[in-house]
Each structure stands twice: as structure tokens, then as C-alpha cells.
């Protein structure tokens, strides 16, 4: 089920960053933020029912499952972001927390939780901090990795093709890598927004099923 979650945040990943760069409209984005919330934490409920989920797994699937819940009702409750901001800080330190504990079973993993760490550095910087002139680059990193670190990986792991090794996880860090850098240099050229756009949504990738 953790897969599928992961499937679902891929989706999710994408249109937070459409709606961050302007080009959904913010409660189009907050509403499926919600909904995707509500299914991951349904799943991650009836992953522990069943039992056999690796602890990490369904630790994963709650925090991202409660940080797409957070930010739908942020937005259409109209809370200002603060919170939420603060909430997914903690979450990108507990992210680099449990990349480390990926690194030894799960290089590929732990590289990728690497990745959702940062993205939601960027949104504590915007949100709770104030610095807004990272919505830009947070819009343009969610979408360019919304496929690389979630869906392709989703598809994989469904296929029981989930790669393993440190050569996967080297590949997925040089990529990951000029993800980051393509996306601050379309932030920087100013290609993402139309006037008065910057919105404030959330990642929220979940972790594999051992």
C-alpha cells in the first residue's frame, strides 16, 4: 500500500507545484491535497491493521498523510500557513532522520527522502519563516520531482522492479541534483508565475513498503 501512497504523492507532488507557480488555482490544489491526504492516512491505518509494514514505512505514510491533510485545510480554512510551515520544518528534519536510517537497507530510499527533506526546507522558509521569494523555486522543484522521486519510483516498486544498491542511489543523486539546479535557474528566470500567483502548498511524498 505504500507504494500506492507513493503513487498518489507523485500526483499530489505535481499539482502543489502548479498551484505554488499560479497555474491552478489555489483551492483547486488544497482540495486534492485533502483528498490525497485522507486516502494515505485510510491506507496507512489499514497497513497497521494488517500488520507486516516496516515501522519506518508507516511513519512515512502518516507524517506525509497528516502534511497533505494540513495543507488542504490550510488552504480552505484560510489559516496562514504559519503552522503548516513549522509542521513540515519538523518533518524535514525528521526526513533526514530517516534517510539515515534507510541508507544501510535502502540507499535508493534514503537518497530520495533526502530530496523531500529539501522540498519541505523550502516551504518552512516560505511559510514560516516569511521568505517568500522561495515560492518560485519550491513551485519548480515540486514539479520537476514530483515524477522523478514519486511516481516512477511508485511504478517500479508495484512491478516488484524497486532497484537496489548503492549504483542506483548514486544515479538518483546526480538526477536529483540537476533537478534542483534546473529548477532554481527557471526561478530565476522568472518563467513560472503569473502576477499576484504565489501559493503556499505542501509535498508530501510517503515511504516504500519493505
Known sequence: MAHICLLLSGAALLINGLGTLGFLPRRDAGVFSLLVGCTQLALGI??????????????????FGTTYAYVGLDVL??????????????????????????????PLLAVLWLCWSALWGLLFGSAALGVTRL????????????????????????????????????????????????????????????????????????????
Not at 522492479?161 to 532554481?184: D, E, I, N, T
Request: proline share 6%.
Open 77 to 106: 480554512l484560510g489559516l496562514g500557513s504559519k503552522g503548516l510551515g513549522w509542521f513540515c520544518g519538523m518533518v524535514a528534519a525528521v526526513g533526514l532522520v530517516l534517510a539515515g536510517a534507510w541508507l544501510g537497507s535502502d
Open 135 to 210: 515560492d518560485p523555486l519550491a513551485g519548480w522543484s515540486l514539479v520537476l520531482s514530483s515524477q522523478v522521486t514519486a511516481t516512477v519510483p511508485a511504478l517500479l516498486g508495484l512491478a516488484g522492479l524497486w532497484p537496489s544498491g548503492g549504483g542506483a542511489a548514486g544515479v538518483a543523486a546526480v538526477l536529483l541534483a540537476g533537478v534542483f539546479v534546473l529548477a532554481q535557474r527557471l526561478a530565476r528566470r522568472g518563467a513560472a508565475a503569473p502576477p499576484g500567483a504565489s501559493e503556499k502548498v505542501a509535498p508530501g511524498p510517503a515511504g516504500r513498503a519493505s
Open 46 to 63: 489499514a497497513c497497521l491493521a494488517v500488520g507486516g509494514t516496516a515501522p519506518l514505512t508507516a511513519a512515512g505514510m502518516f507524517l
